[in-house]
Structure formats: structure tokens, C-alpha cells
């Protein structure tokens, strides 16, 4: 299964879920490989850093992603692919190979905005490929949890997506990518954060999960 982080808007948490789903999967015993697409590097950096083992390819043109990506479904039980800030050729590519797209976004006025503009590109490529990739906003760093929450969903219901619970803003996810580790490997100072990540992945990937129609949990 291939699993994109995909949204223009800079800074949302693409790499901070990139490599924690990497990660969370490698743990479970997964065959996991990630692809980074966006030419700063980070998540793969980090991930070499976190997980050594973990196979990361750097493809960074539509080119190499429409030609290699599918063939990594093949080779690896989950491939995770995560995407630039930017609604370039190349995220439209990745929109093209992936079966599911989280989309991060932040929890403010804007980046709902800048998460509708992410949301048009994925229904155009549901289109062409007539319905594949399913579709999931992931809020992130959130701050007043349930109102915004509530207006994060609202919007969400209007744009016709689905949205997970989300992550709440919080130090440790700094930490991790700082020390080159994921949060519940921080101690004790990781802990809620680690919780309500796997939660999250649980809620998305989990047993229970609704693989195939991943109407997810509110917030
Ligand atoms: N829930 C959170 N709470 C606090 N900080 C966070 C959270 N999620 C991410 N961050 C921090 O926000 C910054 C941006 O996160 P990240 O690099 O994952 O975003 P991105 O979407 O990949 O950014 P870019 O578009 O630049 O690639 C990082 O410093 C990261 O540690
Ligand atoms: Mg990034």
C-alpha cells in the first residue's frame, strides 16, 4: 500500500508523519520503504537517523515517481511517500501513484484555505483514476482541540473529504525531529504525544480501522 503526506502549504507535518508512519509500521513488523519527493531532504535525513534500516529513495521528478513508485508497492508491504510544499507537478504525480493521501494541515483559517486548494488537486486526480487515492485531512498542531476541531470538520464536511482526530501542537514532535527519533522514544516528555500518534495511526491503519472506507474518528 503507498501512503502520501501530500499539501502545498508549508510547515503542516508532512515529514513529522512520514516518519513516524514509517516508523510505527517498521515496529509492527511491516516491510516499509520511504520516499522523499521534496528536494529539502528532511524526512529522510531523519528517518536515516531513526530507523537506519528503512530503505529511503529520493525521487524528485514526476518522472521518476510515476516510473518507480509503483513498482515499490510491489516490493514492500508499505511505501511512504512524502511530498514538497508545493501543488507542483510533482505532487500531482503522487497523487497519481498513491492509494491513500493524508493531508496535514494546521488549524487556522488559512490553512483551510491552502488545505481546499490540496483538496481540488486530489478530486482532480480521483477523477482521472476514478476513484482512488482516498482522501484524508490529518489537523495538526492543534490548540484549542475542540472548537477547532469542530470548525476544521465543519469545513472538511463542505469540501467533501474525510478528516482524522489530528495532533495537538505540542514540543515533543520538535524534540523528535531535533534528536533524529520519533516521539515515544522521547521518555516521558514523549508520552501524550506518542499516545495520540498511534492512536491516530490505529484509527487509520488499525484492525478496527474501516480499511476501506476510512470515515475516521472526529476530533
Ligand atoms: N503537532 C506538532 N506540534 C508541534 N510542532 C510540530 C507539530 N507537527 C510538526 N511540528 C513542527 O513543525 C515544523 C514543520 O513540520 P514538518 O517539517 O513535519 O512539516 P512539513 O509539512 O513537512 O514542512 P515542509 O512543507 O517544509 O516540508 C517542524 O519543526 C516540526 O517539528
Ligand atoms: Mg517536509
Avoid at 160 to 178: C, N, V
Wanted: with cysteine; glycine share 8%; net charge negative.
Amino acid at each position: 500500500m503507498i501512503t502520501a503526506l501530500t499539501n502545498s502549504k508549508g510547515g503542516v507535518g508532512k515529514s513529522t508523519l512520514a516518519v513516524h508512519l514509517a516508523v510505527w509500521w517498521q515496529e509492527r513488523g511491516a516491510d516499509v520503504a520511504l520516499v522523499d519527493a521534496d528536494g529539502q531532504g528532511s524526512s529522510s535525513l531523519w528517518l536515516q537517523e531513526a530507523a537506519p534500516h528503512i530503505p529511503v529513495f529520493r525521487l524528485q521528478t514526476p518522472d521518476d515517481l510515476l516510473d518507480q513508485v509503483p513498482e515499490l508497492r510491489g516490493r514492500f508491504d508499505h511505501v511512504i511517500v512524502d511530498g514538497p510544499a508545493a501543488m507542483s507537478e510533482v505532487t500531482r504525480a503522487i497523487l497519481l501513484v498513491t492509494d491513500l493521501a493524508l493531508l496535514p494541515c494546521g488549524s487556522f483559517a488559512i490553512d483551510l484555505r491552502a488545505a481546499a486548494e490540496a483538496i481540488r488537486v486530489v478530486q482532480q486526480a480521483q477523477k482521472i483514476r476514478q476513484r482512488d487515492p482516498q482522501a484524508i485531512l490529518v489537523p495538526n498542531k492543534l490548540q484549542v482541540q475542540y472548537r477547532l476541531s469542530r470548525e476544521l470538520l465543519a469545513t472538511a464536511k463542505s469540501l467533501e473529504i474525510a478528516s482524522a482526530g489530528g495532533l495537538r501542537l505540542r514540543q515533543a514532535y520538535a524534540e523528535a525531529a531535533g534528536q533524529g527519533t520519533v516521539v515515544w522514544r522521547l521518555g516521558r516528555a514523549g508520552q501524550p504525544a506518542a499516545r495520540e500518534i498511534k492512536e491516530l495511526f490505529d484509527g487509520l491503519f488499525g484492525e478496527d480501522s474501516q480499511a476501506d472506507e476510512p470515515g475516521v474518528a472526529a476530533g
